[in-house]
């Protein structure tokens, strides 16, 4: 069974001070790694996909990472805009083909 | 573009009474998918249709539990008997082109059974 777990489960940062959120997976297989965004109240938001070990993708204060075990989310100078549920999940070739979501790291960014 | 429309955005119901939520996906989508979002569990995939077909329901909880998709801009979640274990935020979500397109999720139903 395919299995996501992130931490940690919370993390407060002041403004401007970087850090990285960490997804460890467990799958038969990855077809896919996926971030999400969730903010209070609304629907998860897609922020990138990675395929295979040694990717990177980056949007804006956001890179992510991936290696066979791992991904991390890195946020580089967060600002307070940056608050928000960060969500993992992963897709398999193999059993059930939709996402399989870990239960998320709650980033709150003080000014 | 309008996004994934959810309706209704709450919804407060006793335990019993029968409960339809309401899904538009994104035009021109042909993927939608239905999850849970609770604190215990996290995100759940209830169902995913391709094509108006389903083809994943090993999600959906019981027989309590139904959903259809009659065209391609149109789905239901329907829930009968509601029960307070029910209780949840369920989110409609929709992708361009099957699993391995980017989900865009609606802002969800949040649903209270008492």
């Known amino acids: 069974e395919d299995q996501v777990t992130q931490s940690p489960e919370a993390l407060r940062l002041q403004e401007g001070e970087s850090s990285s959120l960490n997804c460890s997976y467990t799958v038969s297989g990855l077809r896919g790694l996926f971030w999400y965004r969730q903010d209070p109240g609304k629907g998860p938001e897609f922020l990138f996909t990675?395929?295979?070990a040694g990717e990177e993708k980056e949007k804006e204060r956001l890179k992510a990472t991936l290696t066979k075990k791992e991904s991390f989310l890195h946020i580089t100078a967060p600002k307070p805009e940056d608050s928000a549920t960060y969500l993992c999940a992963v897709r398999a070739y193999t059993g059930r083909r939709a996402l399989t979501f870990g239960s998320g790291t709650r980033l709150q960014v003080q000014p | 573009d309008a996004g994934v429309i959810q309706s209704p955005r709450h919804e407060v119901t006793e335990m019993g009474q029968e409960v339809t939520l309401r899904c538009k996906p994104i035009s021109g989508h042909n993927s939608l998918f239905w999850y849970r979002q609770t604190m215990m569990r996290g995100l759940e995939l209830l169902i995913y249709?391709?094509?108006?077909?389903?083809?994943?329901d090993s999600g959906m909880p019981e027989d309590r539990f139904s959903a259809k998709m009659p065209n391609a801009s149109f789905s239901t979640l329907k829930i009968q008997p509601s029960e307070p274990r029910d209780s949840a935020v369920y989110f409609c979500?929709?992708?361009?082109?099957?699993?391995?397109?980017?989900?865009?999720f609606g802002n969800g139903t949040r649903l209270t059974v008492t």
């Open positions: 990675l395929y295979s």
């Open positions: 979500a929709s992708s361009l082109n099957g699993e391995d397109s980017p989900l865009h």
């Open positions: 249709f391709n094509n108006n077909v389903p083809i994943d």
